[in-house]
């Protein structure tokens, strides 16, 4: 990590939809290096507030800032070369291959009439490689599985190697091997990239394994934030998730359980 100053950092934010506000007054930085898992129970705001730290949402108060600018400051292409986005979901409207699909994550690097070069596809042959896809290059996008479409879609993030990542579920559709193999992604680029890195999860014990601080998203807007340790209890995860949970320890790592 770096003392530099955060990358991210996040002043007195509130997001809100509607009459329903999931956040309030958070105050939140995020240093080059660290990773941040975010918790909540289903509807509690995650998503929305991911996309607002994307900047892709207003938020209703506060502002976020990268490397100390706002996102109107930064403008599209810088603000795309700082932050890769990965949503929840995504839809494909057209016939692309594998390789051509990826490629879309090195075009924050051309200059605006410019062409993917060597080196471009390189790197992108390195991400597919990364995640398990590297045969899969001529293939049909629309001819892949949900797990296979996921692991493009973050091969495709990883050719555009922003400095920070936001992931919306990075894990959904994938099946064990390959969801440890893809944190274990992200964590190298935090380690040896000083990227930072913040993602919705729905398993504790994953947060506990892969990051170092907790943002936990209760359904009253009400946020909590701090060191993976202190943040991931049996009680503040049955109160997190209106569910009495255990905490199981094995091997120096941490599982949690529905009682």
Not at 58 to 76: D, F, K, S, W
Not at 95 to 123: C, F, M, N, Y
């Amino acid at each position: 990590m770096t003392s530099a100053g955060p990358l991210v950092e996040v002043r007195q934010l509130t997001v809100s939809i509607g009459q329903r506000t999931f956040c309030r007054d958070l105050d939140l930085s995020l240093q080059p290096g660290e990773r941040l898992a975010i918790l909540g129970r289903n509807g509690a705001g995650k998503s929305t507030l991911l996309s607002v730290l994307a900047g892709l949402r207003v938020p209703q108060a506060g502002e976020v800032r990268l490397n100390g600018a706002t996102y109107a400051e930064l403008g599209a292409r810088r603000s795309a070369l700082l932050r890769g986005w990965l949503p929840q979901s995504r839809g494909d409207a057209f016939a692309a291959t594998v390789l051509e699909t990826a490629l879309v994550g090195r075009h924050p690097h051309l200059d605006r009439w410019g062409w993917e070069s060597t080196k471009d596809a390189q790197i992108v042959r390195a991400a597919l490689a990364a995640v398990d896809l590297a045969d899969f290059e001529q293939r049909d996008i629309q001819t892949l599985s949900g797990g296979e479409r996921q692991r493009l879609a973050i091969a495709t993030l990883l050719a555009q190697a922003p400095q920070l990542f936001l992931l919306d579920e990075p894990i959904a559709y994938l099946d064990l091997k390959h969801q440890i193999a893809m944190l274990e992604l992200f964590a190298t680029a935090a380690r040896e990239n000083n990227a930072a890195v913040a993602m919705v999860l729905h398993e504790p014990a994953l947060a506990w394994r892969f990051c170092d601080r907790v943002l936990l998203v209760h359904s009253d807007g009400l946020t909590e934030c701090g060191p993976t340790r202190t943040m991931l209890t049996a009680e503040r995860l049955s109160a997190l998730y209106h569910y009495p949970m255990l905490a199981v320890e094995c091997e120096g790592r941490m599982s949690f359980l529905p009682k």
